[in-house]
Antibody, heavy 121, light 107 residues
């Protein structure tokens, strides 16, 4: 059974940093691209970042480029999102999502339960 | 970047109604389109991929069609469990952009 478990969310001040983790199980982690998708309170889904199965290709939404860094440790079956210079508009539930293929141009067949990030003073 | 536009934003319907949601892409995405259902406080759930392929375990009352820039999600007979928000997503490019969502409400 595929499971994705996010952690690391919480309250952080504007300008601060946070690192999200997503522990994966139930599939061959390195064979699939992974992404982070967020949802601000009462709003729709926004793709944030994605990386290929091997981790060699990374992509970011313009809204987070230069501030967020996606990475993965295939030996630990874990996906990460390092978030720096956080802004109020980054407040959202962050989901990790498994892609259907090793490349990022794929749909998401499994999602984690999400972790809430609140950026506020 | 490819932009996705859904319509309507909100839809009021009754149990048993046939419901159609439209998704338009700002440029051709062939058939690289997925549909998701999301209920309050829950993660999205994949319904349809490659525009018209039904994900395993999804009821057959859900169907998808279209190609290029215009796509539709149809629920043939709306059930109580179907009241939710639906999103389209393009995966022709790496960004995986979503539509803004369509909330299906009880009439």
């Amino acid at each position: 059974e595929v499971q994705l478990l996010e952690s690391g969310g919480g309250l952080v001040q504007p300008g601060g940093s946070l690192r999200l983790s997503c522990a994966a199980s139930g599939f061959t982690f390195s064979s699939y691209a992974m992404s982070w998708v967020r949802q601000a309170p009462g709003k729709g889904l926004e793709w944030v970042s994605g990386l290929s199965g091997g981790g060699g290709s990374t992509y970011y939404a313009d809204s987070v480029k230069g501030r967020f860094t996606i990475s993965r440790d295939n030996s630990k079956n874990t996906l990460y999102l390092q978030m720096n210079s956080l802004r109020a508009e980054d407040t959202a539930v962050y989901y990790c999502a498994k892609a259907s293929t090793v490349t990022t141009d794929a749909y998401f067949d499994y999602w984690g339960q999400g972790t809430l990030v609140t950026v506020s003073s | 970047d490819i932009q996705m536009t859904q319509s309507p934003s909100t839809l009021s319907a009754s149990v048993g109604d046939r419901v159609t949601i439209t998704c338009r892409a700002s440029q051709s995405i062939s058939s690289w389109l997925a549909w998701y259902q999301q209920k309050p406080g829950k993660a999205p759930k994949l319904l349809i991929y490659k525009a018209s392929s039904l994900e395993s375990g999804v009821p057959s009352r859900f169907s998808g069609s279209g190609s290029g820039t215009e796509f539709t999600l149809t629920i043939s007979s709306l059930q109580p469990d179907d009241f939710a928000t639906y999103y389209c997503q393009q995966y022709n490019s790496y960004s995986g952009a979503f539509g803004q969502g369509t909330k299906v409400e009880i009439k």
